[in-house]
């Protein structure tokens, strides 16, 4: 199967649409799958909420059609699971309201699966917001979870600034870490 239009050869060239099938075979076998039962079944189920999202024209006579049903039935699988950080940022702003924060971490955006935060150049409340952005992150959609949930902090000045937090820095490691982006100011 082959998932027609979308980001394919013709938006980004064949050589690189091959390359990125080679390099990520996986993806294709698991798109194939998706597409398979929800031919079959006529609908997807998300496996991170159990949302089930019905496809009439999976099997359409209309190659643009059931084009177009594919890419529907393999990003709701993968993107349905976009909950689970909507589920972390109401659980990190009612941790800063409850801390009374709120002068110095602000949520201020989300892209897919990223939160954007202000947090104000304090050691301390960097650290702290670093522990509870991964405790929030990664906490188990439910008791049947099989893969853990992983979560990281960039800290920057500007997106070209992002340096990742790794999940156990300690205060020293962070701290050399605002240092080094002070000096390239």
Not at 17 to 26: P, Q, R, V
Not at 38 to 61: H, Q, T
Not at 117 to 131: C, H, Q, R, W
Request: net charge negative.
């Amino acid at each position: 199967m082959n998932i027609r239009d979308g980001a394919g050869p013709n938006k980004y060239g064949p050589d690189l649409y091959k390359a990125y099938w080679e390099t990520y075979g996986g993806v294709k076998v698991y798109n194939d799958n998706v597409i398979r039962q929800a031919m079959k079944d006529g609908f997807v189920i998300s496996k991170f909420s159990g949302l089930r999202l019905w496809l009439p024209s999976i099997n359409a006579a209309d190659e643009f059609v059931q084009a177009k049903e594919w890419r529907v039935a393999c990003n709701f699988t993968i993107q349905s699971g976009n909950f689970l950080m909507l589920r972390a940022i109401h659980k990190m702003q009612r941790w800063i309201e409850e801390e009374g924060l709120l002068d110095k971490v602000k949520l201020i955006l989300t892209v897919h699966d990223s939160v954007y935060l202000y947090v104000k150049e304090d050691l301390a409340i960097i650290s702290l917001v670093n522990k509870k952005v991964v405790e929030f992150m990664g906490e188990p959609y439910d008791a049947n979870q099989t893969l853990p949930l992983t979560a990281e902090l960039d800290i920057g000045t500007t997106m070209l600034d992002f340096k990742t937090i790794k999940d156990n820095f300690d205060d020293n490691a962070i701290e050399d870490l605002l240092k080094s982006l002070g000096e390239r100011e």
